[in-house]
């Protein structure tokens, strides 16, 4: 069976609670002896700890279950350390402004990396009076295309969906500079400064 949860995360996590075995077990109602267990390796929490041990550490259940607790160094909420996550099993685009766990169809999406423009991911970009007009000569059929076009700049995020059989372009309101990014379901994401 695999394990749902590590006891290396669970110790780990405890520890940063300055928490000893013997405070979590009375936390949540078990023996010292079964905490021991857990972060050994030994034995596995009942899944229905998994939502008090969550708490008892400050984190939540998806945290537990990844072993990551994410903290968001992107406290200003600069948009242009955006991350975005798109769900290879629904095609749901996520957006945050900081380090996240996202998950989605039941499991966690990583954030995507994005490269910079090729010449099949061309994104052409031209001014008009206050719009940025944005496109990308990309085919557009259901097996590949351009899912979504985005502007990013400092304090706006903004992102328009695009589907199969129709054209990969966008309007974006012209603003201070920022990035663009075009996410093709093949090859990912790709961006372009402004």
Known sequence: MDQYVTGAAIKRLREKQNLTQADLAVILGVSDKAVSKWETGRGYP????LEPIAKALRISVIELLSGNDIINLNRSSNILKSELYVCPVCGNIIHSTGEAIVSCCGITV??????????????????????????VSHEMTREHHISFLAFVSSDKFDMVKLYPEGNAEARFRLQRPGLLYCYCNRHGLFKQRV
Do not use: R
């Open 46 to 49: 009942d899944i229905t700890l």
């Open 110 to 135: 990583p954030p995507l990396e994005a490269e910079e423009k090729d010449e099949e991911h061309f994104i052409s970009c031209e001014k008009t009076e206050d719009e940025y007009y944005v496109s």
